[in-house]
């Protein structure tokens, strides 16, 4: 109703510069008809502006509306990009694996997200400009060096004992991109050879996956115990 209020006041007062015709507050269809020529006729400049006055206030009103549906737009943002749920990378959908599979993978491919994506994002508001944006999308590459450096930032200002915590969440970063699920004991089995050479190669694909287990379970321990640092 403030909105129409505003409407109608403008309109008074254009009628009133220009000696136009008052506007009845109630008419009949004929009526309204024959009073909108007589206003035309009067004053097309006064006319002019009241169109020009509806209209932006039209817009005005059309644009709050927008701001109020910002939260859906949120929620179509989030819905697509998947933020209530953790991310998967090797476990494709339709696809089963074992659940020993699907926890290191839900959390070290949601660690990656959150890096290259809402510390993107974060470095983004805080510098306050689209040039971030613009080169991500540009080159997307470019996340990741932008994400470490939010983090990097988050170091520097936090205590001691803190640095050593990002320490180990920038290096369980690197090891889930670049280095988890990317070495397969399993190809030094062959077939060949004898007895004796088999062992021997099946006690280094024993040894190989308890040091890859270890080094696994360590950077899954540290994402999960520091996980009250990774905030946006």
């Given at each position: 109703?403030?909105?129409?209020?505003?409407?109608?006041?403008?309109?008074?007062?254009?009628?009133?510069?220009?000696?136009?015709?008052?506007?009845?507050?109630?008419?009949?269809?004929?009526?309204?008809?024959?009073?909108?020529?007589?206003?035309?006729?009067?004053?097309?400049?006064?006319?002019?502006?009241?169109?020009?006055?509806?209209?932006?206030?039209?817009?005005?009103?059309?644009?709050?509306?927008?701001?109020?549906?910002?939260?859906?737009?949120?929620?179509?943002?989030?819905?697509?990009?998947?933020?209530?749920?953790?991310?998967?990378?090797?476990?494709?959908?339709?696809?089963?694996?074992?659940?020993?599979?699907?926890?290191?993978?839900?959390?070290?491919?949601t660690l990656i997200w959150f890096v290259e994506h809402e510390c993107v994002q974060m470095q983004q508001?805080?510098?306050?400009?689209?040039?971030?944006?613009?080169?991500?999308?540009?080159?997307?590459?470019?996340?990741?060096?932008?994400?470490?450096?939010?983090?990097?930032?988050?170091?520097?200002?936090?205590?001691?004992?803190?640095?050593?915590?990002?320490?180990?969440?920038?290096?369980?970063?690197?090891?889930?991109?670049?280095?988890?699920?990317?070495?397969?004991?399993?190809?030094?089995?062959?077939?060949?050879?004898?007895?004796?050479?088999?062992?021997?190669?099946?006690?280094?694909?024993?040894?190989?996956?308890?040091?890859?287990?270890?080094?696994?379970?360590?950077?899954?321990?540290?994402?999960?115990?520091?996980?009250?640092?990774?905030?946006?």
């Open positions: 109703m403030r909105d129409y209020a505003v409407q109608f006041w403008i309109e008074d007062k254009i009628r009133k510069v220009f000696k136009m015709t008052k506007k009845p507050s109630v008419a009949t269809w004929e009526s309204w008809e024959a009073f909108d020529n007589e206003s035309k006729e009067s004053s097309k400049v006064g006319t002019f502006l009241i169109t020009l006055s509806d209209n932006t206030c039209d817009f005005l009103h059309i644009a709050g509306e927008v701001v109020r549906l910002v939260p859906i737009r949120r929620f179509i943002r989030n819905y697509r990009d998947k933020t209530h749920v953790l991310h998967m990378s090797k476990t494709k959908v339709g696809q089963w694996t074992d659940i020993s599979n699907r926890i290191p993978d839900a959390i070290f491919t508001w805080c510098e306050k400009s689209k040039n971030i944006e613009k080169l991500v999308k540009k080159n997307p590459t470019m996340r990741e060096t932008i994400g470490v450096e939010w983090l990097e930032w988050q170091r520097e200002n936090a205590t001691e004992e803190c640095k050593q915590n990002y320490d180990k969440l920038i290096a369980a970063y690197h090891y889930a991109k670049y280095e988890w699920g990317k070495a397969d004991p399993y190809l030094l089995y062959t077939l060949e050879g004898t007895a004796e050479e088999k062992r021997i190669i099946c006690d280094k694909i024993r040894q190989m996956e308890e040091r890859l287990h270890e080094e696994e379970t360590m950077h899954l321990t540290n994402v999960v115990q520091l996980r009250n640092h990774l905030w946006t």
